[in-house]
C-alpha cells in the first residue's frame, strides 16, 4: 500500500474543478497505455461536484467515454430513480452528459430492483460482477482511479468506523445497515476491495472533516478511522480544501 499524499486547494470549488481536470487528465493517460480505464465513483457533496466539473470542463472529451468502466464505491439501498441514490446523482452531475454505453454503467442494485429490498442480496449480486470483471487469480477488478469521500468521524465509502463493515474480510462488497449518515441501508465496497485500486483519491472539505483528516494522516488504524485504510497500489491522495486540512501539522 502507498503512503499518502496531500494536495490542499484554497477552497471546494477550486478543489472540485482541479479534481475534475486531474481525473480527466489521468484517464486519458490510462487509455492512452491500457486502451479501456476503469473509475469507481462516490456518493456526497464533494463527490459529485467533481464529476459537475467534469461535466463542464472544456477537456472534458478527451477522455473516451464509450471506453470507461464506471463502479460506485457505495450506494444508497433506494428504489432507483430515488433522489438521494448516488447512481441518480451522478447520472445528472455526468452520466447523462456523456457517451458512455450503458452495459459500462456498473449500479449496485435499487432496493425495488431484481434483489427487492434484500441489500446483501444486492451486495452478493455486485461481488459477482466484480469477480466477473476482475483479472485472473483476482476477486476484483484493478480499478485505475477510485474516488472516495470521507465523512466526520471517518467514514470511507459506506464503511464506518468499529462497524461490521470495516471487519470484514472475506466479502469484497457488502450490505450495511443502521448507518449514522442516512439513509441508514446502503452497499458498498469493503476496505480491501478499495485497496485493490490503482490510485485511491479521497476528497473532502470543511472544517467539520478537519479531525478526521488529521486523525487519518496521523496513523489511526481503520478500525477507529476507515478512511486511514483507503489506500491504493500506486497512489493515495487525499484532496482537501484548506479547512478541511486545518489540523494538519
Ligand atoms: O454515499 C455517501 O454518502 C458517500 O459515499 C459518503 O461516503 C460520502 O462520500 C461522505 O459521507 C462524504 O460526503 P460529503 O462529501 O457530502 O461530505
Same mark, same amino acid.
Given at each position: 500500500?502507498t503512503?499518502?499524499e ?15 481536470a486531474r ?5 486519458s493517460d490510462?487509455q492512452r ?9 462516490t456518493?456526497?457533496?464533494t463527490?459529485?461536484a467533481?464529476l459537475?466539473?467534469?461535466r ?8 473516451? #467515454?464509450s471506453r470507461?468502466?464506471?463502479? #460506485? ?11 438521494d441514490r448516488?447512481?441518480t ?7 447523462d ?15 425495488d ?7 446483501d442480496?444486492a451486495?452478493a449480486?455486485?461481488?459477482r460482477l ?5 483479472p485472473a ?7 485505475d482511479?477510485?474516488?472516495l ?10 464503511v464506518?468506523p ?6 470484514e474480510?472475506n466479502?469484497?462488497v457488502?450490505a450495511v445497515?443502521?448507518?449514522p449518515?442516512?439513509p ?11 485497496r485493490?485500486?490503482?490510485?485511491? #483519491?479521497l ?10 483528516v488529521?486523525?487519518a494522516l496521523g496513523?489511526a488504524?481503520?478500525v477507529?478511522?476507515?478512511a486511514a485504510?483507503?489506500?491504493?497500489q500506486?497512489?493515495?491522495? #487525499?484532496?482537501?480544501d484548506?479547512?478541511a486540512?486545518a489540523?494538519?501539522?
Amino acid at each position: 500500500m502507498t503512503d499518502p499524499e496531500v494536495v490542499v486547494y484554497a477552497d471546494g470549488d477550486l478543489l472540485a474543478a482541479a479534481t475534475a481536470a486531474r481525473l480527466i487528465t489521468t484517464l486519458s493517460d490510462v487509455q492512452r497505455a491500457q486502451g479501456g480505464a476503469s473509475l469507481v465513483l462516490t456518493g456526497g457533496r464533494t463527490g459529485v461536484a467533481v464529476l459537475e466539473q467534469v461535466r463542464d470542463a472544456p477537456a472534458r472529451d478527451a477522455v473516451d #467515454w464509450s471506453r470507461v468502466d464506471l463502479y #460506485w464505491g457505495d450506494e444508497r439501498f433506494l428504489p432507483a430513480g430515488h433522489p438521494d441514490r448516488n447512481e441518480t446523482q451522478a447520472r445528472e452531475a455526468l452520466l447523462d452528459h456523456i457517451g458512455v454505453p450503458a452495459e459500462r454503467v456498473h449500479v449496485m442494485a435499487p432496493s425495488d430492483g431484481e434483489f427487492g429490498d434484500d441489500p446483501d442480496a444486492a451486495a452478493a449480486a455486485y461481488a459477482r460482477l466484480l469477480a466477473q470483471r476482475a483479472p485472473a487469480g483476482a476477486d476484483v477488478p484493478a480499478f485505475d482511479v477510485c474516488l472516495l469521500g470521507v465523512g466526520e468521524e471517518g467514514h470511507t465509502a459506506s464503511v464506518f468506523p468499529d462497524s461490521p463493515a470495516v471487519h470484514e474480510t472475506n466479502r469484497t462488497v457488502v450490505a450495511v445497515r443502521d448507518c449514522p449518515k442516512p439513509p441508514p441501508t446502503r452497499v458498498s465496497l469493503t476496505l480491501p476491495t478499495i485497496r485493490a485500486a490503482r490510485q485511491v #483519491w479521497l476528497m473532502t472539505t470543511g472544517q467539520a472533516k478537519a479531525d478526521a483528516v488529521a486523525t487519518a494522516l496521523g496513523g489511526a488504524d481503520e478500525v477507529t478511522l476507515p478512511a486511514a485504510g483507503a489506500r491504493g497500489q500506486q497512489r493515495t491522495l #487525499w484532496l482537501l480544501d484548506t479547512s478541511a486540512a486545518a489540523k494538519l501539522g
